[in-house]
Structures are given as C-alpha cells and as structure tokens.
C-alpha cells in the first residue's frame, strides 16, 4: 500500500486503520474536486490526500472521543488544499476576489437572462470598471494551463493542448537557428579562404561571372579557373564537416589549419545573429 510504505515505523492496528479507511480518500477527493486548479495534477493530489489520511491514523487518539472518520476526513482535505497551494501561483486575496467576481457574474445573468456589461458587473460588486478590468487581468496572469491536457479526440488519438498551439506549416525555430549558424560557418569559411580562392568562389556562385571572365581578369586558364573552384569547395566542405563532427578535420595540414580557423573565426552569439548570406 502506497500510504503505508511512505512511512518508516507503522503499529499493526495503525496500518489496519488506514487500510480499512482507504474509500475516504477517494470521498474527500471526490468531494473537493470542483475547487482544484486546473493545472493541478490529480496523482499528486491523491498522494497527498493518502499521506493526509496516515497522518491522521498517526496523531488520532480515541479517548477524545471524535470519530476516526471526521477526524481523518479534516486531515485528508487539508493535506489536499496544501498541496494545491503549493502549486498555485495566485495569493489567497486574488482567488477570494475572483470567487466574489463569478459570484456576483453568475447572479446578474440569473437576474437579466444574459451576460452582464463590464459596468453592471462591475456596478454589482461595488468597484469601478477599470479596478474589474485590473482584477480580471490579475486573474489571467496567475492562470496555469498544462499543454498535456486533452481538448478533443481525432481519429479516436487524444488532442493535447500543445498540439493544438503548434503550426505545423511554420518552420521549426529549431531548423531555423541551425540553417542560420551553418550559413553563418559557410561565410566565415568563405572568408578565410585565400584571396584568389575567395575571389574565384564569390565571382562565380554569387556575382555569377563565367569562368572566362574570371581567367581573364586573374591572368590564368579557364582550366585553372576550375581547378581553383574544386579547390576552393574542397577546403569548404572539409572545415565544415568538421564543425559539425566530433572527429578531426581530415586532408592535409593546410585543410586541418583552414578548418581550425573557420571553427575559432566567430562566437556562437555572433554567428546567430550575422546575416545568413554570405558576405
């Protein structure tokens, strides 16, 4: 038994009482479960509640003469509403002005058949609209909504409330961040390539120049001009690979060196926050 295995030393008689008075949690649970907040979670309110009923069974003494029941009941729905404070945010002076507010709420629509103005509400509970406004904001802010709880059932699966605030035809801010930092590690190693590398990679895939063009403006071949940009993207691709591997940059010396320089160019800070086009 739960209740009982929370405890180090336990008497026989004890141990039977809270066995044969186990339905009274369930009562007591029942009997309040209109006031628990909704983000409260149940579980943890029913072990309060048992743990309520073994410290009842502990501190009773029969020579007062109350019942065990009433007794065990008063334990039982304190431990209860300590656990719910524990996990409310609003302090005792808001929820007691929020009751009053859905009172007085509930008792217009009864009297006028419909759903009171801002001004009777506020009329009917002696304040101004703006100190009704200011409560009801109050309210909003101290309110707590779990994103596990159910809102409906689709295809017989159930509905949370997190699924429903999700976008499924956004992209994820995760993917986002990580597009932005490896773009971000593209232009620093493109940076730091050696000039007429670099020359040769920004002219032909950003400023789209024809390679031609390039060797002539650069005094070599069309055929260097090539081998320049395999060389070029060589160097890329290495250091890149290796800012996202656990594993040494591979090639030689003059990749591993590159590779070292893209890695330490930029913080993390600064590569979240640059542009993702390549500079």
Not at 18 to 47: C, M, N, T
Not at 163 to 168: A, G, Q, S, Y
Not at 193 to 220: H, K, M, N, Q
């Amino acid at each position: 038994m739960t209740a009982v295995a929370t405890t180090t030393t336990i008497s026989s008689e004890t141990a039977a009482l809270i066995e044969a008075h186990l339905p009274l949690v369930r009562q007591v649970l029942a009997s309040v479960a209109g006031h628990f907040p909704r983000h409260a979670d149940r579980e943890e309110l029913a072990q309060a509640a048992r743990l309520g009923l073994v410290e009842a069974a502990h501190r009773f003494d029969a020579e007062r003469g109350v019942p065990f029941e009433r007794w065990a009941a008063l334990r039982i729905r304190g431990a209860i509403l300590d656990s719910v404070r524990a996990v409310d945010f609003a302090p005792r002076t808001l929820r007691s002005a929020m009751r009053q507010a859905e009172a007085a709420r509930t008792e217009l629509e009864g009297e006028l058949h419909r759903t009171p103005t801002a001004h009777e509400h506020a009329d009917r509970m002696g304040i101004s609209v703006r100190a009704l406004t200011t409560l009801e904001g109050r309210a909003h802010r101290a309110l707590v909504i779990s994103l596990d709880a159910g809102v409906d059932r689709t295809d017989d699966e159930p509905r949370t409330l997190a699924n429903t605030i999700v976008d499924p035809y956004q992209p994820n801010p995760l993917t986002l961040l990580e597009n932005i930092e490896q773009n971000s590690y593209v232009r620093d190693a493109v940076l730091e390539l050696p000039e007429r590398l670099r020359d040769v990679v920004t002219s032909y895939f950003l400023d789209g120049e024809a390679s031609s063009s390039i060797a002539a403006r650069l005094g070599v071949t069309e055929s260097r001009v090539s081998q320049m940009r395999s060389e070029a993207l060589d160097m890329l691709r290495s250091a890149i690979v290796a800012v996202y591997s656990d594993k040494p940059a591979e090639g030689c010396h003059r990749d591993r060196a590159f590779a070292a320089q893209v890695a330490g160019r930029s913080s993390f800070r600064d590569r979240v926050t640059a542009a993702g086009a390549v500079a």
